[in-house]
């Protein structure tokens, strides 16, 4: 692979991280991103996790996740907060000397960056997973960040930038690709105890939560994918996996363009970008 040029020394671009970090609460999004074909295809499997957070624990299960499917993955954890990072570098010492469930050899290190993404020896990442970050940004922002973050991808790397719920049971996300553009749109639900897809609505990442509104192409998503599962309910007498998959089937049928059909199972849908794009 062709190197590529360090990333600037300049000041750290964005703003610290907010919140805690929940054990399990990115699993939706990890194991959605071990089965994409940037990462099997690479030739440098670096991963980095932006705004890891309060512990080392997110970074630490994306490389547990990852790793089943490249053993040579190694994850990047960067945070703005210093004591963060001072911290999950702690954290990662007591993980090497065996003193916790992770794997001793772990390939995982923390750093102090922002939206620049800076990287041992400047390397391009092949995925970048920005969860929780820019839900405290504003609007406007969003196209910047994404442009900044997927300038630093190798070439057929992404970027996924999202949102969920404290202990993971509501997720969704934007895949962008290296042009900085997003390709498509994820929903990720628990099944079990579900009562509507709609919940998805309060977990929306910062491109659309404000355009869930009556005019909006994702409104008019949610609001169908709603309407197919009550319609669905029957379906439920045989669990929440099959009422899901119908719901989907209707809503697919119903013209929306659905994908990745084989994840219908684990409670996601996968949509192209164009459909659900905020409207000019």
Not at 69 to 90: F, K, N, Q, T, W
Not at 216 to 230: I, K, N, T
Request: aromatic share 6%; charged share 25%.
């Amino acid at each position: 692979m062709a190197s590529s040029p360090p990333p600037s020394r300049g000041a750290v671009v964005g703003r610290a991280t907010r919140g805690t970090t929940g054990t399990n609460r990115l699993r939706r999004v990890d194991r959605w991103l071990a089965r994409h074909p940037a990462l099997r295809r690479t030739d440098d499997a670096l991963v980095v996790d932006l705004g890891f957070g309060a512990s080392a624990v997110t970074s630490l299960e994306l490389h547990a996740r990852l790793a089943r499917a490249r053993r040579d993955v190694e994850v990047h954890g960067l945070e703005i907060d210093p004591e963060r990072v001072a911290r999950a570098a702690a954290q990662l010492e007591r993980v090497h000397a065996g003193e916790t469930t992770f794997a001793t050899t772990a390939a995982v290190s923390f750093a102090r960056g922002g939206f620049e993404i800076p990287t041992p020896g400047g390397r391009r990442p092949v995925a970048i997973r920005a969860f929780n970050v820019l839900r405290q940004y504003d609007e406007p922002d969003v196209a910047d960040a994404w442009a900044r973050m997927a300038a630093r991808l190798q070439p057929g790397g992404v970027l996924v930038e999202g949102t969920c719920d404290e202990i993971g049971r509501v997720a969704t996300w934007i895949a962008v690709g290296g042009d900085g553009r997003p390709a498509t749109f994820t929903l990720s639900l628990r099944l079990t105890d579900l009562d509507s897809p709609a919940v998805a609505a309060e977990r929306l990442p910062k491109a659309l939560i404000h355009r869930n509104v009556p005019g909006e192409p994702v409104h008019a998503f949610l609001r169908d994918l709603a309407a197919s599962w009550e319609r669905s309910a029957a379906l439920g007498a045989f669990g929440p996996v099959d009422r899901w998959r119908r719901t989907l089937e209707v809503t697919a049928a119903s013209g929306w363009p659905l994908r990745e059909r084989s994840r219908w199972r684990l409670g996601e849908v996968t949509i192209p970008w164009e459909a659900i794009a905020p409207q000019p």
